[in-house]
């Protein structure tokens, strides 16, 4: 009997491959999801889509694949259209039947409906990429709308290759990303480091809840500084080695053939002279041998002029970065991701143009998943404030009382760093300083009133209203006494993992007065 799993599910949409990982909420150990006639190796999908309108027919992954030399394929198979979604700046050449979002729609919703039933999802992580963000983000909302899980967190790609790799949180690093179809390269600057919080992935759904909209916390997506890129990739590689033995051939099978070896030979235990066979179909539907050493796949590379190409947007990305002062030795790692960077002499072309800068190289499809649910556990034990908290103090100069908000209606907790508010006395010679709290109520009130006898909302509303909690005021009592104009007590809130609001105070010194749980949110 198959043995369920329990945990969360990473999904990162790409360009050329989509990568399913999941991590079991007993275990530290991620796996790679497996699905029959969809996924090309354990995890990996091929981001493609075939949509017969007419029949309704939809297939995605390597079944999309298999049909792409089929009768009208130019209109029914689509590819390459995640990285039109959400991005305004790129015009759509439509041929196909379906736009990118669209594709991306259909891509996704199969897939889901899909997963093996032994998952039992209760969190799903998402990633996005970070020039796109916004609108990337803003359609992964309404697609989630309809998808039956209670947590959808996103967090964007960079950060997420990021992690795993021992990258510290404020550094600074550039990505060298070579896919099926594009290059990009960015230099990018991790959230984090320098007392400042880590990255965490970004809630858009939590106890089956929408908070997307409502949600206050900030969205920490790593900085950009600079990037660039070209509709280069690596099944243009696959069409140069096809040519390289028979020129113009265009077979769908002869790039999947072509892809096979240009694979084998990015091994590292393959050696320079070893010739690999394989097998291409020639015009006369004939099958031929041919042979290909890492010499005749290097020197296929240097004449279609592609490490020149390397070099030119390296020369931007670098002139960009210096003109945000940064410069290559701030950068504290370059890290390789997608197949194309582990060919060899890539990444020799990389080691030798940036030699002083440490090259890391995760698992180059799957990174930028196991990347994100490396970052779900900040997810894990958040939950989202249904009401707004306030402290209560005395403004001197209109001498009267006020509240003043601590935590807002919608952030997450437990809270990853406490507020500080840095108060004074309201009066010479005071010695006690009392915390009141108090909360706003979890509705708003609506003023009506009637019109020709019917009711109407009035158009200034009234302010949300606080209640002050039905606690004792806590209060602090200072070593010496303090006067007008004077800072004098720092106090530091939280709200716990037990959802209790916890406030430690100092003196101006820095000096610990002491810790008190000033009550339960609830």
């Known amino acids: 009997m198959e043995t369920n799993l329990s945990g969360t599910l990473a999904i990162d949409l790409g360009n050329t491959n989509t990568v399913v990982a999941f991590q079991d909420e007993k275990d530290i150990n991620s796996v790679l999801v ?87 999802i209760k969190r799903l992580v998402l990633t996005a990429p970070i020039d796109t963000y916004k609108g990337y983000r803003e359609w992964l909302i309404n697609l989630c709308g309809d998808i ?105 099978i002869n790039l999947l053939k072509a892809e096979e070896v240009k694979c084998k030979l990015s091994a590292p235990q393959i050696k320079y002279d070893n010739k690999l066979p394989t097998k291409f179909l020639t015009e006369d539907n004939q099958e031929k041998d041919f042979y290909l050493s890492k010499e005749i796949f290097e020197k296929i590379i240097v004449e279609n002029n592609l490490l020149n190409h390397l070099n030119a947007l390296l020369k931007d990305l670098l002139n960009e970065a210096r003109g945000k002062f940064c410069t290559v030795d701030d950068l504290s790692s370059i890290i390789l991701v997608g197949g194309g960077s582990q060919i060899p002499l890539i990444r020799e072309w990389i080691t030798k143009k940036i030699s002083k800068i440490q090259i890391k190289s995760p698992p180059p499809i799957e990174s930028i998943a196991l990347g994100a649910l490396a970052m779900t556990p900040g997810v894990k034990i958040k939950d989202i404030l249904n009401k707004g908290l306030s402290i209560r103090l005395f403004n001197r100069r209109e001498k009267k009382h006020f509240w003043h908000p601590i935590f807002c209606k919608g952030q997450t907790w437990p809270t990853e760093n406490p507020l500080k508010l840095i108060l004074q006395p309201s009066k010479d010679n005071q010695k006690i300083f009392e915390i009141i709290i108090g909360e706003t109520k979890k509705e708003r009130e609506y003023d009506v009133i009637f019109e020709n006898g019917l009711p109407k909302l009035s158009e200034v509303q009234s302010e949300e209203e606080i209640i002050k909690w039905d606690k004792k005021p806590f209060k602090i009592v200072l070593k010496n006494k303090s006067n007008i104009g004077e800072d004098t007590l720092k106090l530091f809130f939280k709200i716990n993992e037990k959802a209790d609001l916890h406030v430690k105070y100092f003196d101006t010194k820095d000096e610990l007065l002491g810790e008190y749980n000033l009550g339960n949110i609830f």
């Open 148 to 252: 039956a899980v209670d947590e959808i967190a996103l967090v964007d790609e960079p950060t997420a290759a990021s992690l795993g790799i021992n990258v510290p949180f404020g550094s600074k690093i550039m990505t060298l990303d070579i896919g099926g179809s594009t290059i990009d390269m960015n230099i990018v600057k991790i959230e984090g480091g320098e007392g400042k919080s880590g990255p965490i992935a970004e809630l858009l759904k939590f106890k089956g809840n929408d908070v997307s909209s409502i949600s206050k916390q900030k969205v920490r997506c790593a900085e950009i500084i600079s990037k660039t890129g070209s509709k280069i990739g690596g099944k243009d590689i696959d069409q140069w080695i096809v040519d390289y033995f028979i020129p113009n051939n265009k077979l769908a």
């Open 34 to 120: 497996e699905i029959p006639t969809i996924t090309s190796s354990p995890g990996v999908i091929p981001t493609a889509v075939w949509f017969d309108e007419p029949s309704k027919i939809l297939k995605i992954g390597i079944s999309a694949i298999n049909m792409r030399s089929n009768f009208n394929s130019d209109l029914y198979f689509h590819s390459n259209f995640k990285r039109l979604i959400g991005n305004p700046n790129e015009k759509i050449n439509q041929t196909n039947i379906l736009n990118p979002a669209e594709c991306g729609e259909k891509f996704f919703k199969f897939l889901w409906e899909n997963i093996p039933q032994k998952y039992e």
